[in-house]
């Protein structure tokens, strides 16, 4: 495991972007989720991407739709799964498993 930020590096519904190509989302619910700053589509960054209800990012660029907790598509051009990667809270520390 790795620790990657502080709880208080990323508001709900903001990105913060981590080494190696990963990016550090907070949902709307606070909840953090860690996949890469490439867009399953055609590989856009998502640090600005928009937070929706129920863990759900929209990429800025098509405006595809994935659920952050399943890494599945929502809604089209979203059609290949999103890569998720486990993230734990400990205390006030976020820490990346796998
Ligand atoms: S690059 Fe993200 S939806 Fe197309």
Do not use: Q
Not at 34 to 62: F, K, M, N, Q, Y
Not at 70 to 92: C, L, Q, T, W
């Amino acid at each position: 495991m790795k620790d990657i930020a502080s709880i208080h590096d990323v508001a709900p519904g903001g990105t913060l972007l981590l080494d190696d190509g990963l990016l550090l989302i907070r949902d709307l619910d606070g909840d953090f989720h860690v996949t890469e700053d490439r867009c399953p589509h055609v590989g856009w960054s998502l640090r600005t991407g928009t937070l929706h209800e129920d863990a759900v990012i929209e990429c800025p660029l098509h405006h595809g739709l994935w659920n952050l907790r399943s890494g599945d598509p929502v809604r089209y051009p979203a059609r290949v799964p999103m890569k998720i990667h486990r993230v734990e809270v400990r205390g006030e520390t976020v820490w990346l498993v796998d």
